[in-house]
């Protein structure tokens, strides 16, 4: 019995091996990522104030209210948080890539390298589309909407809240070619699939679209649902370009 646990032993440890490097890798890449994301965060807090300024831009001569001793505070490190998140995006991306590429082969990750660029230009796209297209109107209409009966006073925590949450959900959202693209490229989704589920992506735009801008005007959910949709008539264009098939494991066999 002694004999057979040491003849097993080795072989349980060289099968649990992949695994703990496996883990010590997403260790080692969420450490990177997060000293990325408290350097960039030091960053912004210097610029706070300015980042303040230039969210408030988009509401116009609307005064915003504090009405508690810590809410400056608070909107202080959250407007430094998001400001971190949106300059530490690439190294985030490219941790994220970095920890799935060994398991890809050499021309996945030549193709995973060459997309960063256009990962980091879409996200850009997409806080550029939020700032200057969504927010002013979706802002007005929720401003002026029942002011005959009460005056609207905004806190500046409710806010910053709402408009760090579009334009970080809408940069995210403009990320849907590149995610579409990459599962096609390994062969997850095909561009027929694709456009056959084109129905379901439009509805399920509109349930973006209400989630992100929490408005009951329909012209506000338009203006964000329907560059969604080009989103996807875009990612279905793009992945006809870098489609792969599947080839079964039998088939690879039969050809070496």
């Known amino acids: 019995m002694a004999r057979d646990n040491q003849a097993t032993q080795p072989v349980a440890e060289t099968q649990g091996m992949p695994i703990m490097v496996h883990l010590k890798e997403m260790r080692d890449r969420l450490i990177k990522s997060v000293i990325a994301l408290v350097v960039t965060?030091?960053?912004?807090?210097?610029?706070?104030?300015?980042?303040?300024?230039?969210?408030k831009r988009p509401a116009g001569n609307i005064e915003l209210i504090s009405i508690e001793m810590i809410?400056?505070?608070?909107?202080?490190?959250k407007v430094s948080l998001a400001g971190g998140i949106v300059l530490a995006m690439p190294i985030l991306v490219y941790q994220l890539f970095a920890f799935i590429i060994p398991?890809?082969?050499s021309k996945e990750k030549r193709y995973i390298f060459t997309m960063l660029p256009f990962i980091v230009f879409m996200f850009l796209c997409g806080v550029a589309f939020a700032?200057?297209?969504?927010?002013?109107?979706?802002?007005r209409?929720?401003?002026d909407f029942f002011t005959e009966q009460a005056e609207t006073q905004i806190r500046i925590s409710n806010y910053i809240s709402f408009v760090t949450r579009l334009i970080l959900g809408l940069g995210l959202v403009f990320e849907t070619p590149v995610v579409v693209m990459f599962l096609a490229r390994i062969g997850v989704v095909s561009p027929q699939w694709l456009a056959g589920k084109r129905k379901i992506w439009v509805v399920l735009a509109f349930v973006i679209a209400a989630i992100v801008t929490p408005?009951?005007?329909p012209g506000n959910q338009l203006i964000v649902a329907i560059p969604l949709i080009?989103?996807?008539?875009?990612?279905?264009?793009l992945s006809r370009f870098v489609y792969k098939k599947r080839v079964p494991p039998s088939e690879q066999e039969s050809d070496d």
Do not use: K, R
């Open 230 to 237: 080009l989103l996807l008539e875009l990612s279905i264009f």
């Open 71 to 77: 809410e400056n505070l608070s909107v202080f490190f």
């Open 41 to 55: 965060t030091s960053i912004s807090l210097y610029f706070a104030e300015d980042i303040v300024g230039i969210l």
């Open 103 to 105: 398991a890809l082969t």
């Open 141 to 143: 209409f929720l401003t």
């Open 131 to 139: 700032y200057w297209v969504a927010l002013p109107p979706a802002l």
């Open 215 to 217: 408005t009951p005007d």
